[in-house]
């Protein structure tokens, strides 16, 4: 008889083996934002499957410095002089409405989805005879690029860069409760009170009726010129194509919301697990901080050099009243500063200078991979929030008590001051944190793991058709039971119509013989 231990290890084994990978498969990526946040996250886990022995082909704006066995990349020429321009925008209009942020938002993705379908190895690839068995697609609006599904005939995953929005909870029917699950630009938090429970609603409802009058339009026509044989329209792929959507968000980050089957949380994938060592220069800086260091970076999009004078200065003039040594990631050579107090450079291994213990403090943009490698790694942040999802990601940091905000229309020497000292001299945020921090790594696998499974498990049931929900089929009235709440309100109506009646034409009749017995007395 076997031993018990022996048994178990077999138990394990066969369960590992039963959800190992699939076969090889053949994986198209398409990551076409030229937003290196974005990328970083997309390559993460195509990097992961091509290790794994798939064969994978990634369309985006950018190259693994390391390449890896089994990945191709084709790559999206896009203007870096566009973004740039972006960027500054973004800079000088950060106190701009969310809704005029949201129509140029959509400008911006008509035009880096544009700029994909012109991409010269995009034009060749859908013209090659190659075969894929899964598109992986990053969920950023661009859905004529949902076209490429139906051109190669195979399932789509998609990836979510930030946390979850309406239009992406319409690709495979996740519901989205306006009453605690706010929309991500404009800043609410799941506790919302009356009058933001109803804008949140309102600027839902406006949302919607832009894109389908302003937006949808021109992503129809994108996908009508490119994939002109078509099987299927536009609408119908957002509603039936997509099999899975792998969500970079967690309930530890955020909040808790309803999901449903293929709608699965891998928050946290990209960080490292492993901590690699730091370059010698970073290593020495922090160990010889007697009082710790404080890491400042705006992201990998946001260039600090473009910041008005007076910020810039106001930035300088607090972080030198401080007791610790600051690294601050700069992107070109205008700064002179005492390279005993400051650190900076144009690039930083920001994963592995957070797990450093005496890193003390992160300024941050308040994007949501800064605010989830901080989380991880239990650091208490100062944040400048400037568009997207910063706003929210810094009020769900203030309201959890791991962060403080600063808006950046708000940025004086005083107000940096009092956030920074705030923060560093009150142990609560970093006990918040790092209380959270445990929350985030205590999951039953490694997310990373998880999206492998789920992509490996897609791909073994053929597209997963049965995650999909019926939901799909349904119209907003079906939906919403719209048609059966009007059904059983004019059966209510008639039935009320018919007592109102009936108890007329009694009091009628009883009023009738009253008059006739007082006329017989008379």
């Known amino acids: 008889m076997l031993p018990k231990s022996l048994l178990a290890g077999l138990l394990i084994v066969a369960l590992l083996w039963d959800i190992s990978p699939t076969d090889s498969a053949r994986i198209l990526g398409i990551f076409p934002t030229p937003s290196k946040s974005h990328w970083i996250l997309g390559s993460a886990l195509l990097k992961e499957l091509a290790l794994e022995g798939h064969e994978v082909t990634d369309v985006s704006p950018f190259k693994l410095s390391k390449p890896v066995q089994n990945y191709r990349h084709i790559e999206v020429e896009s203007d870096p002089q566009f973004f740039n321009a972006l960027i500054e925008i973004a800079f000088q209009q950060h106190d701009v409405n969310p809704v005029s942020k949201m129509i140029e938002m959509y400008s911006v993705i008509n035009y880096f989805t544009n700029s994909t379908f012109s991409s010269t190895g995009v034009r060749e690839l859908l013209k090659s005879d190659e075969k894929f068995d899964l598109l992986i697609m990053e969920v950023f609006l661009d859905h004529a690029l949902l076209g490429f599904a139906d051109h190669f005939d195979c399932p789509v995953i998609g990836l979510t860069t930030h946390g979850t929005l309406g239009w992406m909870n319409e690709l495979v029917g996740t519901p989205q409760p306006l009453s605690y699950v706010p929309h991500v630009h404009i800043g609410f938090t799941d506790r919302m009170n009356f009058w933001q429970r109803t804008a949140n609603v309102l600027f839902t409802a406006a949302e919607n009726v832009m894109l389908e009058l302003f937006f949808y339009p021109v992503q129809d026509q994108m996908y009508r010129d490119n994939f002109p044989k078509a099987s299927r329209s536009l609408t119908e792929m957002r509603k039936h194509a997509v099999s899975l959507v792998l969500v970079n968000s967690h309930f530890s980050l955020s909040f808790p919301r309803p999901y449903l089957p293929n709608m699965v949380e891998i928050g946290g994938f990209h960080v490292n697990r492993k901590v690699n060592p730091l370059p010698t220069n970073i290593r020495n800086f922090i160990e010889n901080a007697t009082e710790g260091v404080i890491y400042f970076s705006m992201g990998s999009n946001l260039k600090p050099s473009i910041m008005e004078p007076e910020k810039r200065d106001a930035f300088l003039r607090a972080l030198a009243k401080l007791k610790q040594r600051i690294i601050w990631k700069w992107d070109d050579e205008t700064l002179a500063l005492d390279s005993d107090k400051f650190l900076l450079a144009k690039w930083l291994p920001q994963d592995d200078i957070l797990s450093h213990p005496n890193v003390k403090l992160f300024i941050t943009h308040g994007g949501l991979l800064s605010c989830t490698e901080s989380i991880h790694h239990g650091k208490p942040i100062v944040g400048i929030p400037i568009f997207g999802d910063q706003l929210l990601n810094m009020r769900r940091a203030e309201l959890a008590g791991w962060g403080v905000a600063v808006a950046y229309s708000d940025v004086t020497e005083e107000a940096l001051g009092q956030a920074l000292n705030k923060v560093l001299n009150n142990k609560k945020y970093s006990e918040n944190v790092q209380a959270i921090s445990k929350r ?83």
């Open 440 to 522: 985030l790594r205590d999951q039953p696998v490694p997310p990373m793991d998880l999206a492998k499974y789920w992509v490996n498990y897609v791909l073994r049931h053929e597209g997963a058709d049965h995650l999909k929900c019926s939901s799909q089929h349904l119209s907003v009235i079906e939906y919403h039971n719209l048609d059966v709440f009007t059904f059983l309100s004019a059966i209510v109506g008639a039935v009320l119509y018919v007592i109102v009646k009936c108890f007329q034409k009694v009091r009628k009749c009883f009023s009738g013989k009253s008059n006739h017995n007082k006329r017989k007395i008379n």
